[in-house]
């Protein structure tokens, strides 16, 4: 299974950034698509999550209302549209997918990361 992240890079507090999770299609179609995030220093952390039928979306309490996570069904992307960042939001992020409907810290997939420096 390939998850292949994407879109990190440098921004001040205040900006936006928007991540991509490519993955086939059979992934895309079926499976819940998670981003999650490690700090320096910290543990991983649950960002989002959405389910393969995009029904529902679920939302860490630190990013609620700021980030979306979205499927796109056109390029097999599942994103993660971030606006006002903070510096606390810089990690480095992950893209990961299970088979299951529940939303697990477990994932059965993970892509590699993508670092994200927000700056104040």
Same mark, same amino acid.
């Given at each position: 299974?390939?998850? =292949?992240?994407?879109?990190?890079?440098?921004?001040?507090?205040?900006?936006?950034?928007?991540?991509?999770?490519?993955?086939?299609?059979?992934?895309?179609?079926?499976?819940?698509?998670?981003?999650?995030? =490690?700090?320096?220093?910290?543990?991983?952390?649950?960002?989002?999550?959405?389910?393969?039928?995009?029904?529902?979306?679920?939302?860490?309490?630190?990013?609620?209302?700021?980030?979306?996570?979205?499927?796109?069904?056109?390029?097999?992307?599942?994103?993660? =549209?971030?606006?006002?960042?903070?510096?606390?939001?810089?990690?480095?992020?992950?893209?990961?997918?299970?088979?299951?409907?529940?939303?697990?810290?477990?994932?059965?997939?993970?892509?590699?990361?993508?670092?994200?420096?927000?700056?104040?």
């Amino acid at each position: 299974v390939q998850l =292949q992240a994407s879109g990190g890079g440098s921004v001040q507090a205040g900006g936006s950034l928007r991540l991509s999770c490519a993955t086939s299609e059979r992934i895309f179609s079926s499976y819940t698509m998670l981003w999650f995030r =490690q700090a320096p220093g910290k543990e991983r952390e649950f960002v989002a999550a959405i389910r393969w039928s995009a029904s529902s979306t679920y939302y860490a309490d630190s990013v609620r209302g700021r980030f979306t996570i979205s499927r796109n069904s056109a390029k097999n992307t599942v994103d993660l =549209q971030m606006s006002s960042l903070k510096p606390e939001d810089t990690a480095v992020y992950y893209c990961a997918a299970d088979p299951r409907t529940i939303i697990t810290a477990n994932p059965r997939y993970w892509g590699q990361g993508t670092l994200v420096t927000v700056s104040s």
